[in-house]
């Protein structure tokens, strides 16, 4: 397989770290790859531009951090405007349309995507919002089955919000295949 | 999916490989990027029996190990520069004790306060001459998740070898970064208990009397034995002595007893060594871009390879020595201003052909970084 790095961004609290968690422990745990995970944050807990950093590949990573991301998401305007130009050229951005305008084209495929309105819609809790992003996710990169992210929700997650997250992975899923390019 | 398969924090990895080892007393103070250590430590080690003490400052924190190991425990504490400052007066009196236990330093940005979540190696030197008076210290380091456990089994294995403290000089980096840990069986790695007397109850036992071999064997404190001991100078009985023999045999044994098996201390691994026109030397997270440039210019023709040192003190100066002699350029690679770099040139035969690739802003060097730098020093410009 080809190395895919990723970043996802957005706000603190949005959950953007733990869809990154997932994700990787995803890969290493139920699909037999290697992952490297790490994050850049200040020190507030909430609030401010949140910066997470996956790679995924079949051989040992190194350097652990994506400086040029094939894909790369951003949940919010700031995150957007903070991190859109190291956008690999060729590669995947991802933004949520109520939040993020879009200013500039790049060099990449920019797909604009009602996540947080269609979680509020269908499921109502905004906290599920990083599951559905990662439905997005894996089903415009195929980098690792939704099986496997299934996997490593049912370990993490209490069981009572078992279903809303995995409704959630599923609207990501659904609505990748309606995106705006 | 196999139970020993994780995918972690390097701070995980730090908890794992010291509950491997036998760790059963932690005290500490949570601080940015260490705080993990703490937080699993703190679920894990009543699980296995063992104490977990949060303490009210890192001072307090250091204390306690030195005192729970003494009682016959495995001790460790972990802390960034700032508290690791804190503890350097306990350190040296654990030195001078000989108390075998371990202290995490999980380095950020400093010095004092400075960046609580950014990367740095600047406490290189802190670990080695933080605390005063002339002494001997082990530290020791490891780039990735895998090495990480096993450094830190190492790190407890050598603090009962030698009777010293260990300290392992992680960094933000790798202590956030989540990764593959496969954690090995029970007996896979050897482990060194704690050497105790064979004096019987009612017998003296001398705590500072050195067997044959060097080794002081201890006795559990609080036990069948009474004795003293003290950060003064002191004599076998652990008594204060100003005797000129007995202060200059004990200061000779504490610098010997780590010194002289600085080659039995050296861990370290190499990628493509034998060969290399440039040889770059990194150590912890550092060296993990180092290694990334090495594997992708050597498909390209170029003749580099990785020194990667995981003993960074005793340094390693025969091996470091021998491995610099035939490259024509030496890169120390490393997030401060040339700390393990004076070490290389110190000990090398040429030490003009020395340089650094550094990176001091609290974000991890790149291998763009380093490419860049070895070209500057190549001539060939960037």
Known sequence: MNRCRMVFSGSGGQGVITAAIILAEAAVLHEGLMAVQSQSYGPEARGGATRTDVIIWDSQIHFPKANEPNVLVCLTQEAYNKFYTIIRPGGLLITDSRFVRIERKVDARQVELPMYEKVMETIKRPIVLNICMLGVVVALTRVVQPESLLKVLKARIPAGFLDINTQALELGMALSREGRT | MKDNIKFVQGNEACVEGALYAGLDFFAGYPITPSTEIAEHLSYRLPQSGGKFIQMEDEIASMCAIIGASLTGHKVMTATSGPGFSLMQEALGYAIMTEIPCVIVDVQRGGPSTGLPTSVSQGDVNQARWGAHGDHAVIALTASNHQDIFAITVEAFNLAETYRTPVILLFDEVTGHMRERLVVPEEGEIPLVGRLRTSVPEGVDYHPYLPREDGRLPMSDFGGVHRYNVTGLF?????????????????????????????????????????????????????????????????????????????????????????????????????????????????????????????????????PTDIRNILRVIQGKGV
């Open chain 2, 234 to 366: 002191h004599d076998m009985w652990g008594f204060p002595s100003n005797n000129p023999g007995v202060v200059q045999g004990l200061l000779r044994h504490l610098m010997d007893k780590i010194n002289n098996n600085a080659h039995q201390i050296a861990r370290y691994n190499e990628y493509f060594v034998e060969d290399a026109q440039v040889l770059l030397i990194s150590y912890g997270s550092a060296a993990r871009s180092a290694l990334h440039v090495v594997q992708n210019r050597r498909p390209r023709g170029e003749r580099v390879g990785l020194l990667e040192l995981q003993t960074l003190w005793p340094f390693p100066v025969d091996l470091v020595r021998e491995r610099c002699r035939a490259p024509e350029i030496v890169m120390v690679v490393e997030m401060n201003m040339g700390q393990v770099l004076q070490a290389v040139k110190l000990g090398v035969d040429d030490p003009e052909k020395v340089f650094l690739a550094n990176r001091i802003d609290g974000s991890l060097i790149t």
